[in-house]
Structure formats: structure tokens, C-alpha cells
């Protein structure tokens, strides 16, 4: 895979006429029309989306694990600078973190150090596969604070509330963006911090298809769907920005 030049595998979104559902195929998702209504709209599928939209971006269609290799290609080191987004999320020992779409484990291990033996990292994914390939990872490395999650399409799953939650070029694939943000509002700590990892839709230079990028601003749109407050955007990375909301406090709980 290679979100640059395509192999991912090409889903068929099915649209029923009838309107009581849409089924993007391949992932077996059904989302009831009422749902789809309220936050998403249905239009014209691209090659790399799905033909489901929120907040007007089209979602596009997950990396499936045939496209592993590329998480684990040595030039990445200076194309995404992982040192520099691990400086930049300033974890604490103990920590709880939750690398949601964690593929190969590229940043699980990396976060896995930096919160020691006292913290954990669930590593999140869709794709059982991955899972697999993630544990591979951190045996081959000694790491053994690193948790594989199966989670959902609209939901994680994670077991345990977290102090932070990442998405390292992710979040453009959810295709229940809406549900999944709520779940993972749900399990963050008082405070607690979400981080978007996400290759700068506002810069032509990058050279990543158009729907595997998110701009700024449109990551700040749809997160005035949830209870997030922007914290910061940092663009020391040569190609993404890493962008940093945290919990609002709930008011019913003051
Ligand atoms: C481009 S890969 C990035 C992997 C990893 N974050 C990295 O940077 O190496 C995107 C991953 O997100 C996963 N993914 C997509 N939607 C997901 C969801 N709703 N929940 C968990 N994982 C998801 C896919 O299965 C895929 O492995």
C-alpha cells in the first residue's frame, strides 16, 4: 500500500434506493438512514473515498493490512520525523494512551517507552491482521506494554479510561467519524487530550493522495461536533501537522 500511489483495495459502496440503509461493502457497515441524515451525506464515490461525507469532506477508504510494508518503510523515519511527534505529545510516565488505527505498532512502541513500565498503550485496530502484525512488532522490539484492541467501526472498545488518544493518518478513514469521536470523548480522562496526526491537506507539496490528507481547519470543523476544545497545532513535521484538542470539562459533572 502506499497511500501515494494506490493499492489499496477498491470497496464498492452499495447504496439502497430504497433508503433504509447504506452498506459500504467490504466492511460490512450498516449505518441506519436516520444516523447517515443527521451527520453525513451521501454523494458521488471517488476512487480513494466511499462516497459518504462529513462536514463535506469525503471519508476515504481504509489501508488494509496488504499495505503494512509501508508502515514500516525506513525512509519514513525522516519523512514523518516520529521523534518529533513523540517530543511534541510530552507523555508522562504512567500514562494511558490509545493509538487508535495503530497498524504495525510504528508509534505504539515509540509512545510504549516514553510512558514506561508504569503506563500502557492500546494499540486499536479494525483489522485483525494488524493486530497480528502489531504483536510480531512489539515482540521483536521487547516491548510488553503495548495492548492490541479489536475495536469498531464506532467505537474503540478500550478498556480503561486513557489520559490521550492518537490518530497517526487515521481519522480520514473512520467512516462513523461522528459515533467514533463521541466513544472516544466517552473514554478520555478529565482533560485528557486527543491528538491528530494527519498529512497537511493545505500543502500540494505533500505527496499523498488528496483524501488521505486533512487540512487544519477542517479538523477543527468537525471537532465542533464533540466535546473538544482546541489546544494547539504543531507544524514542526516535514509533511503533517499534529493537532492537539483537549476534554472540555463536562458541566453536568460540576
Ligand atoms: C494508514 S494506516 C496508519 C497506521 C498507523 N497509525 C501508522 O501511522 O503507522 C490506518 C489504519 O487505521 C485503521 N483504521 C481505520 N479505521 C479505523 C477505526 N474506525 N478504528 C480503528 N482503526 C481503524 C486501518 O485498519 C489502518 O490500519
Given at each position: 500500500m502506499n497511500c501515494g500511489n494506490s493499492v489499496f483495495t477498491v470497496f464498492s459502496a452499495v447504496l439502497f434506493a430504497a433508503g433504509i440503509s447504506v452498506s459500504i461493502a467490504a466492511d460490512s457497515i450498516t449505518t441506519s438512514k436516520a444516523a447517515v441524515e443527521s451527520h453525513y451525506k451521501l454523494g458521488p464515490r471517488t476512487a480513494d473515498g466511499i462516497g459518504k461525507f462529513f462536514f463535506g469532506r469525503e471519508i476515504a477508504h481504509f489501508m488494509t493490512h496488504h499495505g503494512a510494508p509501508w508502515l514500516?518503510?525506513?525512509e519514513r523515519e525522516q519523512e514523518e520525523r516520529p521523534d518529533l511527534v513523540i517530543k511534541a505529545l510530552a507523555l508522562k510516565e504512567?500514562?494511558?494512551v490509545a493509538d487508535i488505527g495503530c497498524g504495525t505498532g510504528y508509534f505504539s512502541w515509540r509512545m510504549a517507552q516514553a510512558v514506561g513500565n508504569k503506563g500502557t498503550v492500546y494499540g486499536v485496530e479494525i483489522?485483525?491482521?494488524m493486530l497480528a502484525l502489531l504483536a510480531q512488532q512489539m515482540q521483536k522490539r521487547g516491548i510488553t506494554n503495548v495492548k492490541g484492541v479489536l475495536g469498531g467501526t464506532a467505537d474503540p472498545k478500550l478498556p480503561v479510561l486513557v489520559d490521550l488518544?492518537?490518530?497517526v493518518d487515521v481519522y480520514h478513514e473512520f467512516d462513523q467519524p461522528f459515533e467514533m469521536m463521541q466513544a472516544v470523548c466517552k473514554q478520555l480522562k478529565p482533560g485528557g487530550r486527543v491528538v491528530f496526526v494527519e498529512y497537511r491537506g493545505e500543502d500540494p507539496e505533500v505527496p499523498i493522495k488528496l483524501l488521505h490528507k486533512?487540512?487544519?481547519a477542517q479538523v477543527r470543523k468537525e471537532m465542533t461536533s464533540q466535546p473538544l476544545?482546541?489546544?494547539a497545532t504543531i507544524k514542526t513535521l516535514p509533511r503533517q501537522h499534529i493537532i492537539i484538542f483537549k476534554k472540555k470539562?463536562?458541566?453536568a459533572r460540576n
Open positions: 514500516e518503510r525506513p504512567g500514562d494511558r483489522q485483525k491482521e488518544v492518537i490518530m486533512m487540512t487544519e476544545e482546541h489546544v470539562p463536562d458541566p
